[in-house]
């Protein structure tokens, strides 16, 4: 997983970052059916760990934010939070992540980050218990282009500018279901459950 640009590690601890998570982005898991009660989470792509103060509101089980960055975990950490288990972790390695202990995994657009996001997925299949689930949500890469187009100092990877077509094969080629799929804004919203 790459790290992000200085412009998009100051967005993404924003004051509009945190009402994005809040009040677009958690209500879109809910409203795909995605429930976090009781469940062991892994967050990938944890970031300042708000996302953590919001899944910990709906009670699960356990919960692990993974991140690249050092600069993220010291962010969470520094939270405080009750509950929340904060680690240093590739996504495509997440050697700390035992094999299926996990019910849910959410990604908040983190893999056009990854140079290897398809074993990313593949290890998030790994870690899930049969039957688990993981909600996706990513740019497609022409969007990227635009934005990068527009904002160079972002600078997203080149790897990760795949199309949501090809997101969906992949996904299902790492042996998920698709459950629900939706697209808005530039961006696909994926349900998805390990087969």
């Known amino acids: 997983m790459s790290r992000l640009s200085r412009a998009e590690f100051r967005a993404m601890k924003s004051l509009p970052r945190r009402i994005l998570q809040k009040h677009y982005e958690l209500p879109r898991v809910k409203r ?9 989470v892994l967050e990938i792509g944890c970031g300042s ?13 356990s919960y692990v934010g993974i991140d690249m960055m050092e600069a993220q975990i010291a962010l969470a950490q520094k939270r405080g939070i009750q509950g929340a288990d904060f680690r240093l972790e590739d996504a495509a390695t997440m050697q700390s992540i035992e094999d299926a202990s996990k019910d849910l995994i959410v ?42 187009g527009r904002w160079p100092h972002w ?18 080629n790492a042996y998920f279901r698709i459950l ?16």
Not at 49 to 61: C, V
Not at 180 to 195: D, E, H, M, N, T
């Open 32 to 40: 795909m059916g995605i429930r976090f009660n009781d469940k062991d």
């Open 49 to 61: 760990g708000y996302g953590a103060e919001l899944i910990l509101k709906d009670t699960p089980r």
């Open 155 to 172: 600078d997203h990877p080149k790897e990760g500018r795949f199309s949501l077509r090809e997101l969906t094969k992949s996904l299902t």
């Open 180 to 195: 629900k799929l939706s697209s808005a804004f530039g961006f696909g919203f994926y349900r998805v459950q390990r087969i």
């Open 107 to 148: 990604i908040f657009g983190v893999l056009h980050h990854m140079q290897e996001w398809r074993v990313a997925l593949s290890e998030c299949h790994r870690v899930l218990r049969s039957g688990g689930e993981m909600y996706v949500e990513e740019p497609a890469g022409k969007f990227l282009e635009l934005f990068d």
